[in-house]
């Protein structure tokens, strides 16, 4: 009996994890490319019983999740080595294989929509708790797994010993971090209901939490 369990659940496994190659893509290019139209599908997915949501694409948390493995191994095809594994001095101490390794880039990558989500609540004059604010930040969780995908990459190809390389990666981390300023300022705008300099301003302040955030972790985690 407990081995028809077991069965059953590494039949619901294999699929999940092969329905990824599928809907991988499938959610990349509507995050990439409509930002926009996906975040107010994320909308609407919070009003769906739990077992309807993201049907069609992978859920905001997991995407983000999937978006740094992707960049993790684009690095570890390049032939590089984590930073913090090889630093093994302090806090780095704990991170000592991939795993760990990739676990601490989730969460730090996840700060930016948590600080984003937060201030898109504040802004509406809502309670900030854990109920108001899963929704702005599952929401976040989409253009910032393209920001991430596009800074962890092109951080990777920056470090590698070829001229053009290195050149895709520097531009390649710019154009991450305008289109995800870009996006967040439209979404904001069209949100809150103000102009697009207001909105400008706001993603900045949830910008720089997030970078801030990222420098201390990266402090802690390097010395």
């Known amino acids: 009996m407990d081995f028809m369990k077991w069965l059953n659940s590494l039949d619901e496994l294999l699929y999940e994890v092969m329905s990824w190659l599928l809907f991988f893509p499938v959610t990349m290019w509507r995050a990439a490319v409509h ?4 975040l107010h599908e994320t909308e609407a997915a919070a009003m769906l019983p739990e077992d309807q949501r993201y ?24 032939g590089q080595t984590d930073l ?16 760990s390794a990739l676990v601490l880039r989730i969460v730090i990558f996840a700060a930016f929509p948590l600080f984003l989500a937060a201030r898109m609540v504040r802004r509406q004059k809502a309670k900030l708790d854990r109920i108001s604010l899963q929704q702005p930040f599952y929401g976040q969780c989409y253009p910032a797994a393209i920001f991430a995908l596009g800074i962890s990459t092109g951080a990777s ?15 390649l981390v710019v154009a991450s971090i305008v289109n995800f ?3 967040e300022t439209l979404w904001f705008a069209k949100v809150l209901g103000i102009g697009y300099l207001r ?9 720089l939490e997030g970078t801030l955030f990222l420098l201390a972790v990266g402090f802690l985690f390097t010395r």
């Open 84 to 99: 913090i594994i090889a630093n093994q001095h302090g806090l780095a101490a704990l991170v000592t294989d991939n795993a």
């Open 157 to 171: 190809l920056g470090y590698d010993s070829h001229p053009l390389l290195q050149t895709i990666g520097h531009w």
């Open 181 to 183: 300023w870009v996006v």
């Open 35 to 38: 930002p926009i139209r996906i």
């Open 55 to 78: 049907a069609d694409v992978l859920s905001p948390p997991l995407f983000l999740a999937l978006a740094l493995l992707v960049a993790h191994a684009i690095a570890t095809a390049l």
């Open 199 to 207: 909105a400008c301003g706001n993603v900045l302040v949830g910008l």
